[in-house]
Each structure stands twice: as structure tokens, then as C-alpha cells.
């Protein structure tokens, strides 16, 4: 059971986090998600792969589960255009706290490609991060969703649609003549407190086998691709932060116990 989880619990939590955005909601979603997942393993028929069935046990917990602290904010594309409108610095980045300049350009880049993701309602949203983040074909998409390959294209593609007219009107890393650029909104974004240089939620958060310098890159790698779904793809690979496989043993066996 240990060994299942730890080959897992980093794929589920990243399918977590592009979700419901908050680094500590996907922590708990992800814990929820892994003991679905150990406690019903014997539904697992293998005319799947375990990839796919995990996606699918992940996936449909996420679409039903209660509203998390980002979405409860309700977040339309029309709100967060005329956000990334105000406040934007023409002048040199100024220095908060002494951090790495590059570190709080990435966290503005994340937490703002991510938000835009929660202007997409749940279906449309999860049917984006598994076909373009994640590159599911659809037939896996429709596997995982429990729709046809053609509704997951379908779907997929209204996503696409959706986030590219609205990216390609706001966001500078799309369309070099958009004025939003990561580093002009990184002094407003710690204003509002939205960005919090002694507590990174993104920037300093494990990834999956790069190197810090690496996951630093997107922001300059998005820049020189111009293409709505690098923004996304070019966002670090987040590992769980959590080593799940003592703590759900714990709970299955406190769960028998009673």
C-alpha cells in the first residue's frame, strides 16, 4: 500500500493543486483522493491503465467536492480581466524583502495562470488540465470523465476557445502588445497581499525532478513560446509536499480499528 501511494501521490496532487489552486486545499483533496483510492483498489479490473483509474477516482472526488477558499471567490474571466488592468509598475521591481526577484516574477506567474484556470467552471477546467496540461488523449480524457472521446474534445476544445480570446487580450506572454507582464504586477500583488515574499506558495514549492533554476525558467520559456497553453505547461511540476503513505495508513487502520 506504501509503495502505491508514493508512486501516485505526486500525480494526484498536481492534478490537486491546477484544481483548486491553494497549495493546502490540494493537500487535503489529495489525501482524501489516496485513500479513495487504497480503500477501493479491488475495483481496479486492470482494463486500464492505473494511471487512467487513478485519474478517474481523483477526478470525480474534485468535481464534488465542497467549494475551496480560491473558488469560493467565484472568479469570472470579466473580474480578472479588469484586475490585470489596475496597478500595473512601469518602474523597476521594488525589493521585498530581500527576495530573489526571479522567485516572486514565477509566483505571480503561477498564481495568475492558475487563477485563470478557476474562471473556467469545474468540467470545463478538469478537461483542460487533463487534455493540454497533462496531454491526455481523449479517448483516456472520456475514460477518466465518463464521457464519450468526442464530448471530451468538444469540451476540451470550449476550454481552449475560452482561455486563449481571454489570454490573448490580456496576457503579455501571449501577445507581446498586452501590457500585463508577470514582473509589472509583482509589486501590486504583494500590496494586495496576494503575494506574500515570507510565505511563497509556488515559487519555493517542491517539484518533480527539475532543479530550482529550472522551474524558475517559465516565465522567460513562456515569453519566447507565445502560446496560450505554455503558460501552463511551463509551470513546475509540483510534487506533494507530503509524504501521504504513513499518514493514510494511520487513517485506514484507525478507520478498522473502530
Not at 169 to 184: H, T
Not at 216 to 233: H, K
Request: aromatic share 6%; proline share 3%; with cysteine.
Amino acid at each position: 500500500m506504501e509503495r502505491v501511494v508514493r508512486e501516485i501521490q505526486d500525480q494526484v496532487y498536481r492534478l490537486a493543486v491546477q484544481m483548486l489552486w491553494h497549495p493546502e486545499d490540494a493537500e487535503d483533496a489529495t489525501q482524501e483522493i489516496l485513500i479513495r483510492i487504497i480503500t477501493h483498489l479491488g475495483s481496479f479490473k486492470g482494463k486500464s491503465t492505473l494511471t487512467t483509474w487513478v485519474y478517474r477516482v481523483a477526478s470525480n472526488y474534485l468535481l464534488t467536492t465542497r467549494k475551496r477558499r480560491a473558488e469560493r471567490e467565484e472568479i469570472s474571466f470579466e473580474r480578472f480581466g479588469q484586475d490585470l488592468d489596475i496597478g500595473l509598475s512601469e518602474g523597476p521591481m521594488q525589493n521585498h524583502r530581500g527576495v530573489e526577484k526571479a522567485l516572486l516574477i514565477q509566483e505571480v506567474k503561477v498564481g495568475c495562470s492558475q487563477g485563470m484556470l478557476l474562471c473556467l467552471d469545474r468540467d470545463h477546467r478538469l478537461t483542460y488540465i487533463l487534455g493540454e496540461i497533462l496531454e491526455v488523449n481523449g479517448v483516456e480524457g472520456g475514460e477518466i470523465l465518463g464521457i464519450t472521446p468526442t464530448v471530451f474534445r468538444k469540451r476540451l476544445s470550449r476550454a481552449r476557445s475560452r482561455l486563449y480570446e481571454f489570454m490573448r487580450s490580456k496576457c503579455g506572454l501571449v501577445d507581446p502588445d498586452r501590457p500585463c507582464r508577470c514582473r509589472k504586477r509583482v509589486d501590486r500583488a504583494v500590496d494586495l497581499g496576494r503575494v506574500d515574499p515570507e510565505n511563497l506558495l509556488f515559487a519555493l514549492h517542491p517539484v518533480q525532478e527539475v532543479s530550482k533554476a529550472q522551474a524558475q525558467a517559465g516565465v522567460e520559456e513562456a515569453e519566447a513560446l507565445r502560446s496560450t497553453v505554455s503558460v501552463f505547461r511551463t509551470n513546475p511540476a509540483y510534487a506533494s509536499p507530503t509524504d501521504f503513505a504513513q499518514a493514510v495508513r494511520e487513517l485506514i487502520e484507525g478507520e478498522e480499528v473502530q
